[in-house]
């Protein structure tokens, strides 16, 4: 019994952990540039895909080459997504761009189809295995999540606190303004946000796919729950989405040990609801 | 130093600067008085850039900077104080000022020397250099917007209502600090203001402007005396 708890609670951290990247993703972009993008779930996919469908199953390449090629390309498609989408719409009213991601949200699955085909997968060999400690067993998976997530949180923190063009973003976000006035390029500051948030992303689809096929609605859950993750947080505060995402990631894990299975996803949207009735400024009851 | 040669400038379609011509000179204090609404925060902003004006030109010792994109404006070394404070809420005291020095690459120890001069004019933000900015007071915030204004030594530096919504006597002080940065560090000073009798009797010349147009100009001493001036914006 104390040893399928701590399992269930290590892989809730793993799936906490892609929850918090999640909402890390789409906080970024809407502190940059005060638009929710609502593709960012396809763009999960989008990363999945092109890891997946072309560099590994495609062409063959290796894991590692395969995951960095990858990201070159999400950056090269984040600077196009940025240049036609975000800056030319940042200056209008919400519906705009809410409108233009929904659609480029669709544009992508679409794409998706005709590009890799209908037909799920999945990428053989990747992150397979497990590992026994005593008598809890991991797998290799949710260890290398668990792992590649905190590096990722770790680095953006440092990149946002410590580095000029991180001190940058962190000033777009607070007062745009003042950001022109001090003499901050705010589109570039937005083209390299855009960029950050596309490559995790990536990262999230790559990240997933020993989990799930690989299909063109594989991450429509995960960016549900990556969304109730930043509102359960404290929406736009950065360490509030990675609070929230362990919060859903474990509690709807331990939800399936009380009910059964098929209701597991119920346990994150019954928090969000819960949060937005009796908290909805978050946990940690900041916004930015 | 500055010159700003008939400029039209406009909101969409709404044209808010109508043939607006103003000089500052190197070493002067200039001051621009007027209602609210008459365009005042639209001439610094076009300086800065951040609206290009339709006609007209704007130079910059002897450069015309017009066309010239906003972020290389700021590196030129003008610099607006803007109004209303506008720092960053949720950084530090320290890195605000930091931010202030965007547009240079300042080494760490220059970056050093800079912070201590500021927090000599205003020891209070060295003492509170860790806190959040938005946790300061009103007049706290706007000793920061100045020093962060001055942390990327400026050629030129424009204030837009340094005095709104603080007490007298820090708006006293303010304008004392204003004085001191012209006289010591020998930099030119536009300094807009609701103020008007403040801003007259710490600047040398003035410019009073009303719906968009400049209508009247002057040494500050006289200005003080012509009757319209005294009616309009200094209470009789």
């Known amino acids: ?288 | 130093m500055l010159k700003i040669n008939n400029i039209d400038a406009y909101y969409g379609k709404v044209q808010v600067l109508h043939n607006v011509s103003l000089e500052v000179g190197s070493n002067e204090i200039i001051s621009l008085i007027g209602a609210n609404g008459a365009g005042k925060s639209t001439l610094m902003k076009t300086v800065m850039g951040l609206i290009k004006p339709r006609k007209g030109s704007i130079e910059f010792q002897g450069e015309d900077i017009t066309k010239i994109k906003n972020t290389k404006i700021v590196s030129r070394g003008i610099v607006y104080v803007p109004e209303g404070r506008e720092v960053f809420p949720e950084m530090s005291v320290r890195d605000n000022l930091e931010m202030g020095a965007y547009c240079r690459n300042y080494s760490a120890k220059e970056m050093n020397d800079h912070l201590e001069q500021m927090y000599a004019i205003f020891p209070k933000l060295g003492e509170r250099q860790k806190q959040l900015a938005g946790s300061l007071s009103g007049g706290e915030q706007q000793m920061l917007a100045i020093c962060r204004g001055l942390m990327s030594d400026p050629k030129l530096i424009m204030f837009d209502e340094p005095s709104l919504g603080l007490a007298p006597v820090i708006v006293e002080e303010m304008f004392k600090v204003i004085v001191r940065i012209n006289q010591e560090r020998k930099i030119p000073v536009l300094l807009v203001e609701q103020n008007a009798y403040m801003a007259l009797s710490i600047s040398n010349r003035c410019y009073v402007m009303a719906n968009g147009m400049i209508k009247l100009s002057g040494a500050s001493e006289e200005l003080l005396q012509v009757s319209d001036v005294k009616k309009t914006y200094l209470g009789g």
């Open chain 1, 1 to 288: 019994m104390g040893s399928i708890i701590v399992q269930l609670i290590i892989s809730g951290i793993a799936m906490g952990f892609i929850y918090a990247l999640v909402g890390i993703e789409y906080t970024l972009i809407w502190n940059a540039s005060g638009v929710l993008n609502f593709s960012h779930d396809k763009l999960i996919t989008l990363g999945a895909y092109i890891f997946g469908g072309t560099y590994i199953v495609g062409m063959q390449l290796g894991f590692v080459e395969g995951i960095l090629l990858s990201i070159v390309t999400v950056a090269v498609i984040g600077i196009i997504i940025a240049k036609v989408i975000f800056i030319p719409l940042r200056n209008l009213t919400m519906i705009y761009t809410i409108m233009a991601t929904v659609m480029l949200g669709k544009i992508i699955v679409e794409a998706i189809r005709l590009y890799w085909g209908p037909v799920p997968f999945s990428v053989p060999g990747f992150l397979v295995g497990t590992v026994k400690i005593n008598n809890i067993v991991i797998s290799i998976a949710n260890i290398v999540i668990i792992i590649a997530a905190a590096i990722c949180v770790c680095a953006l923190q440092l990149f946002l606190y410590k580095t000029k063009p991180g001190k940058a973003m962190r000033c777009v976000a607070q007062n745009r303004n003042a950001s022109q006035i001090m003499g901050i390029d705010v589109k570039t500051v937005m083209i390299i946000t855009i960029i950050i948030s596309m490559v995790i992303c990536c990262l999230i689809g790559i990240l997933v796919s020993p989990l799930l096929n690989i299909s063109t609605t594989m991450s429509n859950m995960i960016g549900l729950k990556g969304f109730a993750a930043g509102v359960i947080g404290g929406f736009g505060y950065l360490p509030g989405a990675i609070v929230g995402g362990l919060v859903i990631g474990i509690v709807e894990n331990l939800a399936s040990m009380v009910f059964p299975a098929v209701y597991k996803d119920i346990a994150a949207f019954v928090l969000l609801v819960a949060f937005l009735l009796v908290r909805p400024k978050g946990i940690t009851g900041k916004t930015r």
